[in-house]
């Protein structure tokens, strides 16, 4: 005798559950858009800065970096540039290293050379723009 079909009483989320949170997902998607953007507009800016500059010397690149309005666009870039990076990366390792051990010290990497970097890129553009 053929046995019926038994419906499956378990809800789907029950399935799910233990697959992965699903509660930081947005907010990490939808900052990685925002610093997209932002780049978008910041690199153009920094390559048409850097593109006025060609065949100016030291002083005249220095006094132009060192005005605060390319300061400040500078720097947004330098650390929109790391973030974005940083989220960028962080996506690679959760999509492609399996190992908890791995994974866990390359996010550390990833956070402490983002950082490390930005914080370089930022104190550079201060000290040009102050002048030390």
Known sequence: MIKPHKPHLRNPLKNARGLGSAKDGTGHFIVQ???AIA???LA???VGLIISMIGDDYATVRATVAHPCHAI???AFSIAT???AKLGVQVIIEDYVHTPFSATALHLLNIFVCALAGIASVLAIVRIALGA
Do not use: M, S
Request: glycine content about 0%.
């Open 33 to 35: 858009r925002v610093t």
């Open 39 to 41: 780049l978008i507009f």
């Open 44 to 46: 153009i800016y920094a």
């Open 73 to 75: 666009l500078l720097t």
């Open 82 to 84: 790391f973030w974005h």
